[in-house]
């Protein structure tokens, strides 16, 4: 009988080191699909930035700039949240709070440049809406970061990315 549950235990752990082989390739595929993703992204915003420049408001290119330099920042927050979860092999949250924090400014950011557009127009209010709705968003995922430090004894490891 114990020799039954050895056999058992050992084509269990075979099958719990296959999979996290797997998942550690998986999670290294998609970091380095990030990690190009993200170049070609920072290579097509400056270049759209120095290409458009002499030509419209330089206010619309900077904001143009500001909103493909976030998600440039967003892909290299995911990237670095893999790289912790590679190293820890444990998820964080923290990283995918700062995350949507940045998503929801960027997406502040877009619709108040849009905002100047639709103003006096039926559309404005729910323009307005949508920004009330992404800085409660921004609040309260940024209350949530706090309240994770604070709970971690306000270490700044999570925050740093940096491997134990």
Do not use: C, N
Not at 69 to 87: D, K, M, W
Request: hydrophobic residues 55%; proline residues 2%; charged residues 20%.
């Amino acid at each position: 009988m114990r020799h039954r549950d050895d056999d058992k235990r050992r084509g269990r752990s075979w099958v719990a080191a296959l999979l996290a082989y797997v998942e550690l390739l998986l999670e290294t595929a998609v970091a380095l699909a990030l990690s190009v993703g993200g170049l070609v992204l920072l290579s097509a915003v400056v270049y759209d930035f120095v290409r458009d420049l002499g030509q419209g408001p330089v206010l619309s290119h900077m904001l143009e700039l500001l909103s493909g330099l976030l998600l440039v920042y967003i892909f290299t927050e995911l990237i670095s949240t893999i790289r912790v979860t590679i190293a820890r092999r444990a998820v964080q949250v923290e990283p995918f709070l700062i995350v949507g924090i940045v998503a929801a400014i960027r997406r502040l950011i877009v619709i108040s440049a849009e905002a100047e557009d639709v103003l006096g127009t039926p559309r404005f209010r729910d323009v307005m809406l949508e920004i009330a709705i992404l800085a409660a968003t921004a609040l309260v995922l940024g209350m949530t970061v706090l309240l994770l430090r604070f709970r971690h004894g306000g270490d700044d490891e999570a925050a740093s990315g940096s491997p134990e």
